[in-house]
Each structure stands twice: as structure tokens, then as C-alpha cells.
Antibody, heavy 120, light 106 residues
Framework: QVQLVQSGAEVKKPGASVKVSCKAS????????IHWVRQAPGQGLEWMGG????????AYTQKFQARVTLTRDTSTGTVDMKLSSLRSDDTAVYYC?????????????WGQGTVVTVSS | SYELTQPPSVSVSPGLTASITCSGN??????VCWYQQRPGQSPVLVIY???KRPSGTPERLSGSNSGNTATLTISGTQAMDEADYYC?????????FGGGTRLTVL
């Protein structure tokens, strides 16, 4: 079964960092870009950035450029998202999503989401 | 930066047709995707390449895109269609989402 499985919920204090993992199952990770999208409580979807697991190249939206790092481990089929200098407004559900190449590059597979709570 | 604008909410009676719009500058020149998100669930792709349905998307969902507006149309709306819907397009290597539209089936 083709799916993305994310790591569990996290609670962090302001100023700390968080790492969320996303493991590919049923497909070869290096054949697809993986992106991260977050959703604050009651809000819409917000793209953070993406990674090419094959070469490791990354792209980030300007808003998160200084605080987010995407890495991949092709041996385990996992992509990690690290967000640093956490603030209360980083409290959100974080999703990883697979970009299907061609066909307009839609996000065709989504992880189950990881809740990150930032609170003192 | 590129922006996509959606109405916050749309209401429809069961069995009727609902239309959800997504507006952006020269959006008709881009490929648009639509995602359905039910409460507490992850988004699901329902339309790609502006008009195509992935396997599993009911035929009553259709998409169009011209000029500055893309539209998701749901014909014969059912209670199970009640959800949030997001449009998305790519602009200069950046994925852009609309603000989302809550579809209420009254």
C-alpha cells in the first residue's frame, strides 16, 4: 500500500527545535519529491518546502527559509523536517506529501499529519 | 507573491450543484489541483491538471479553469461531500494554496 507514515505528536517549548519524520511505504522514495505543508488550528494549508530525495536538493518558501531544514535518508526511505526557534504560532498539524511528477505535479499522497504544540 | 482567493464558505442543498471558485492572476495558464479535507483528516487530491479526476474521485466532481478563475463543481451533492476544499497551483517553483472553502450541505 502506497503511503507516507509520519512520526508522533510533539510538545515543545518556545525557542526549541522539533524534528518530524516521514517514511515512505509502497514506493521508492528517490522517485518522488516530498513536500511539507502545515495547517494551524482552524486555518488553511501552507506550503513550507520540498526536497528531492534523489539528489537532496531543497526548496523552501521565504517565510520558513531561515528556520526549516529538510533532509532525507534513502537507506530508510525517510524524509525529516526540522523547524527551529519555535514560537507559539508554530503550533499546527504538519503534513508530508508526495509530489507526483508530471500531470501538473499534484500532491497525490499525504501523510497522516503530526501535531506539534509549542507551549511554555 | 502569487495569491489564490477562494470564498470562505459555500452552502448547497442535497442533490443540487455546488460551485467553488479559485481566483488568481492568469490562473488559466496554470495547472490547478483541488484537495478535499474532511474534519480531522488529511487532505485528499480530487482534481489535478485542472480537470482530471484521480481514480477514486466520484464523477460528480469536475473541474474547469479559464482566464483568472478555476472552478470545482460538485453535481448532485451528497452529505459526504461536506468538507473543506483547497485549490493549489505552482508559481515559480512555489506551491500556493487558496485559503480554502467550507462546503456545507444543508
Amino acid at each position: 500500500q502506497v503511503q507516507l507514515v509520519q512520526s508522533g505528536a510533539e510538545v515543545k517549548k518556545p525557542g526549541a527545535s522539533v524534528k518530524v519524520s516521514c517514511k515512505a511505504s509502497g514506493f521508492t522514495l528517490t522517485s518522488y519529491y516530498i513536500h511539507w505543508v502545515r495547517q494551524a488550528p482552524g486555518q488553511g494549508l501552507e506550503w513550507m518546502g520540498g526536497i528531492n530525495p534523489s539528489g537532496g536538493s531543497t526548496a523552501y518558501t521565504q517565510k520558513f527559509q531561515a528556520r526549516v531544514t529538510l533532509t532525507r535518508d534513502t537507506s530508510t526511505g525517510t524524509v525529516d523536517m526540522k523547524l527551529s526557534s519555535l514560537r507559539s504560532d508554530d503550533t499546527a498539524v504538519y503534513y508530508c506529501a508526495r509530489e507526483n511528477p508530471g500531470d501538473g505535479s499534484p500532491f497525490d499522497i499525504w501523510g497522516q499529519g503530526t501535531v506539534v504544540t509549542v507551549s511554555s | 507573491s502569487y495569491e489564490l482567493t477562494q470564498p470562505p464558505s459555500v452552502s448547497v442543498s442535497p442533490g443540487l450543484t455546488a460551485s467553488i471558485t479559485c481566483s488568481g492572476n492568469k490562473l488559466g495558464d496554470k495547472n490547478v489541483c483541488w484537495y478535499q479535507q474532511r474534519p480531522g483528516q488529511s487532505p485528499v487530491l480530487v482534481i489535478y491538471l485542472s480537470t482530471k479526476r484521480p481514480s477514486g474521485t466520484p464523477e460528480r466532481l469536475s473541474g474547469s479553469n479559464s482566464g483568472n478563475t478555476a472552478t470545482l463543481t460538485i453535481s448532485g451533492t451528497q452529505a459526504m461531500d461536506e468538507a473543506d476544499y483547497y485549490c493549489q497551483a505552482w508559481d515559480s517553483g512555489t506551491a500556493v494554496f487558496g485559503g480554502g472553502t467550507r462546503l456545507t450541505v444543508l
